[in-house]
């Protein structure tokens, strides 16, 4: 896998570098693939990458900041069970200035389970939670998980992602780990099939044979993701009450 340096990415700013730099993840840790600078680590925890690329980490539900409910053993609300519940959080008490859960609330740090359409953790559904700027032109918010110097990908980007052409692999570099290579080499990235979070019941799926990656961009009642598995890769709507995974992109 070929990363870039800093003299190689002179389009990026100063001040995104720097940022970057700051939480431990330069531009050694970026693979440039059709003009998007992607971060080689999966999230796992609100501005925290994790060790190795093969690692799955965090399953965000879209829109949240990370107050511990991305983590795979985190409680679920209203209930700690499988079962399908309804717990969407509601009334304006209930979220601060950014539109997230108040830490007085019982759902904080919480896996919130929603059954009902539109199947989204909050009510009223909020679009700008992760990008308050447009989908040509992003502006993070600070509910937006990735580290500094980091944000969101839009889907516009995940887009030029899948189009840069994929192939699946059952072991990544021997670790077991199974996933996508996306781009050519030398500049390929790896993305694991880490599985997702059920939004009804709080439940792990299809963890290593599918991997689903969110975007920052809503469409009607749900949002983007990328979707992959060893057939098939693309970009579709999901539940905003899903979890995910986040892979950011260079600021």
């Known amino acids: 896998m070929k990363t870039f340096s800093k003299k190689n990415i002179a389009i990026l700013s100063l001040a995104a570098l720097f940022a ?52 795979r053993t985190s409680a679920s609300y209203p209930n700690n069970n499988d079962d399908w519940e309804q717990g969407v959080v509601s009334a304006p008490e209930n979220f601060d200035a950014n539109g997230q859960i108040v830490g007085s609330h019982t759902a904080f740090g919480k896996f919130i389970k929603q059954v009902d359409e539109p199947c989204d953790w909050r009510s009223p559904q909020q679009d700008n939670l992760w990008n308050s700027g447009s989908e040509q032109s992003p502006v993070k918010t600070p509910n937006d998980p990735c580290p500094p110097g980091w944000r969101m990908p839009t889907s516009a980007e995940l887009d030029a992602l899948v189009s840069a052409g994929s192939i699946w692999t059952d072991d990544w570099n021997g670790t077991g780990v199974a996933g996508r290579v996306f781009g050519t080499a030398p500049n390929t990235l790896f993305l694991p099939a880490a599985g997702y979070r059920s939004g009804s019941d709080g439940g792990l799926n299809l963890v290593g044979t599918n991997g689903y990656y969110w975007s920052s961009t809503v469409y009607r009642t749900s949002a983007r993701g990328l979707n992959f598995f060893s057939g098939n890769v693309g970009v579709y709507d999901y539940a905003l009450a899903c979890g995910r995974s986040v892979r950011c992109v260079l600021e």
């Open 20 to 71: 970057a730099h700051a939480e431990g993840k330069t531009t050694e840790d970026c693979v440039m693939i059709n003009g998007v600078c992607w971060a080689t680590h999966n999230l796992a925890a609100h501005g925290k990458f994790v060790n190795n690329p093969q690692d799955f980490g965090a399953l965000f539900q879209w829109g949240r900041k990370g107050d511990g409910h991305e983590q």
